[in-house]
């Protein structure tokens, strides 16, 4: 059924767009992030409509990132607003220091982090934005002047994961103006967000040019019909690496891997690209992928032997073998030291759960940490006979020794578990398992459901 651009958007015509994303469990538990402008609002209004007739709830998530003097208390006006309706709202707040420089992109990891980290702690699996088809035009826009790859002209995936949430964007496919009717149907106020309009950024800049693209016969409707179209051509090279994964990637529970040198450059180089570029993503420890640029120039010189004595990429060293390449965590900036008392889990490095264990449990005081084991640990490790003598006979390799987690305390050094090296006495044990943010597979990129167009 076709709907004029400046239509609100009904309850049935909704739930078919959830069913296109879905599937939600029963009754439905979600969160919406909801920054107060049109677009969230809509998207919160129309989720607690729909969960709330199937007898389920919506949490709405409203993100301060403090960067305006006037932030919190439009925040506090919003939850205030969403009370009136039914709907429960809370504030994530962004502490600390602020960068510099590339403020949007810390933003922007932040509030996702913020906002995975209220789901997870509360039970929830699926956290719905409201990204919609002029924001997805923008960002194809944007990826094309960075000369992005397929994933990235890709755009935005309707149904993706950040490590066990749900990153669900129902409205890809609906231009603005729809949820601007929505919301006015409903009666609802929003608020302006001035920094959408800031020329500083480049998103704004671009979102400036869409009504001169749109005039010159470049909508935002095609645009995002082509992201769509590229987000299944990037679903069938996902398929691929996968399989190429399984046959010729190795990956070690002490946090690297072996790719058998062979089986890469053999297959296509699109799809080799891509399992490069998920082995240096689980292993360096990284938020998001290699630019593409710096992935084709390292697989390039891999390829022709050029880096015969190895090179760096996104956090990872890459060192030849016969027959084989290695990828390991690079030492520089790896694993920042993590506090924990005996009996608490953690993340450290972006890849491994660590928990301390032993029989200390009753001295609730004493702390430990877990940090990288470094020279200095390597060097008590060979002071021990009978590890030296592991080591040496160890499936780990002397590149990988650095970017161990070891557990340290007040003492020194207590446990390295991937060398079966433990002190004396100390009564404690290490448990570091290798599962990083970014695993070496996952679920296809999932674009918009719809084929028309």
């Not at 699996?125 to 790859?149: N, V």
């Not at 002490?254 to 699109?270: N, T, V």
């Not at 264990?357 to 021990?384: F, K, N, Q, Y």
Request: charged share 25%.
């Amino acid at each position: 059924m076709k709907y004029a651009d400046d239509e609100p958007i009904g309850a049935p015509e909704f739930e078919g767009l959830v069913h296109s994303v879905g599937p939600f469990a029963s009754p439905p538990r979600v969160a919406v992030a909801t920054s107060g402008g049109v677009d969230s609002i809509a998207l919160c209004l129309l989720t607690h409509r729909w969960a709330s007739a199937r007898g389920g709830t919506c949490r709405a998530l409203v993100v301060d990132h403090g960067l305006r003097p006037a932030s919190a208390g439009e925040c506090h006006r919003v939850v205030a607003w969403l009370a009136r309706g039914g709907i429960e709202a809370h504030i994530l707040e962004w502490a600390g220091c602020k960068p510099i420089h590339g403020i949007q992109e810390a933003a922007r990891e932040a509030r996702y982090e913020l906002l995975s980290s209220w789901c997870r702690d509360h039970g929830l699996r699926d956290l719905l934005l409201a990204h919609h088809r002029d924001d997805q035009a923008e960002t194809f826009l944007l990826r094309l002047g960075c000369k992005s790859g397929l994933d990235g002209l890709a755009a935005m995936a309707a149904v993706s994961r950040r490590t066990d949430i749900r990153v669900v964007r129902p409205l890809l496919d609906m231009p603005k103006a729809r949820l601007v009717a929505t919301v006015n149907d409903l009666g609802h106020p929003w608020i302006e967000d001035p920094s959408n309009r800031d020329s500083r950024f480049a998103r704004s800049r671009i979102r400036g040019l869409l009504p001169a693209l749109n005039a010159a016969g470049v909508a935002a409707q095609g645009i995002a019909v082509s992201a769509r179209r590229l987000g299944r051509a990037r679903a069938a090279l996902e398929h691929y690496a996968s399989e190429l994964v399984r046959d010729c990637v190795q990956s070690h529970e002490a946090g690297f891997c072996w790719l058998d040198r062979d089986a890469l450059f053999a297959a296509p180089d699109e799809v080799g690209l891509r399992v490069l570029s998920r082995v240096v993503s689980a292993v360096g420890a990284r938020s998001a992928p290699p630019r593409y640029d710096r992935l084709e120039r390292a697989y390039t010189e891999i390829a022709s032997g050029k880096a015969s004595k190895g090179r760096t990429l996104a956090g990872c060293r890459i060192i030849g073998r016969t027959g084989r390449l290695l990828i390991c965590r690079e030492a520089r900036g790896a694993g920042h030291s993590v506090t924990l008392h005996p009996g608490q889990s953690r993340r450290w490095d972006a890849r491994f759960d660590v928990r301390v264990d032993g029989h200390a449990l009753s001295d609730p005081e004493r702390t430990c940490e877990v940090r990288r084991l470094g020279v200095e640990g390597w060097r008590i490790v060979m002071e021990d006979t009978e590890t030296r003598l592991r080591a040496r006979d160890s499936e780990i390799p002397a590149a990988a020794h650095a970017t161990l987690p070891a557990l340290w305390d007040h003492v020194g050094l207590v446990d390295v578990p991937h060398l079966e090296y433990r002190r004396k006495g100390s009564g404690l044990a290490l448990d570091a398992r290798f599962t990083p943010d970014r695993p070496l597979v996952f679920p296809p990129f999932s674009g918009s459901v719809p084929l028309s167009g």
